[in-house]
């Protein structure tokens, strides 16, 4: 089955931009969605199909996706960016959706 | 505005069943594909199942497969996850979700509930 990788926790500074990344096979052949999720919220959609903004969501949220790694970018990071953050795709191959373990941002 | 708002959730003991609701509103739910993606306690987000708008074209995650069985009622706009078989591993809170219009394969979640907690024990 396919795997999406995401490293555990980050940390940056308010106002600095924050990369995550989620790593998986030729993922840049998919098209990767980003969410936030808040503690004791629903997840938010924030990116889809690799690089697009749902309405309502700033234009600090930004993707990319090639060769095995898609990026979420978060720039000029607020206190209220602070979250989990999760990618995930369709595996066409399987007929399964899947998401990344998921990557803790602490604002410092 | 767009509104999920599951039901049926509690506290079953292993081997039990359950049926999950979702009850839409807010927009044309006949028109969306729809999902369940679930979340054990303090771990990340899973996939469990997802339907096609006319409910022909049906998913299920492994771990589900053969327990778990997904309908909808497009008359009534609701969702529903008919749980059978459950184990301590299924204990999670449940959210159902809206596929997204907008995304090419209509497989980003643009709305969700608010979810509601299964929890497996005896």
Redesign the interface.
Known sequence: ?YVLTQPPSMSVAPGQTARITCGGKNIGRK?V?W?Q?KPGQ????VV??DS?R?SGIPERFSGSNSGNTATLTISRVEAGDEA?Y?C???D?SS????????AKLTVL | QVQLVESGGGLVKPGGSLRLSCAASGFTFSDYYM?W?RQAPGK????VS?IYSSGGTI?Y??SVKGRFTISRDNAQNSLYLQMNSLRAEDTAVY?CARA?L????Y????Y????TLVTVSS
């Open positions: 089955s098209t969605h969410y999720q629903a997840p938010v959609l889809y199909d697009d749902p989990d999760y995930q795709v369709w066409s007929d399964h959706g899947v998401f990344g373990g998921g | 999902s993606i990340g987000l899973q996939w997802y998913y995650a492994d959210y997204s907008d995304s090419r394969g497989d980003a979640f643009d969700w509930g608010q979810g």
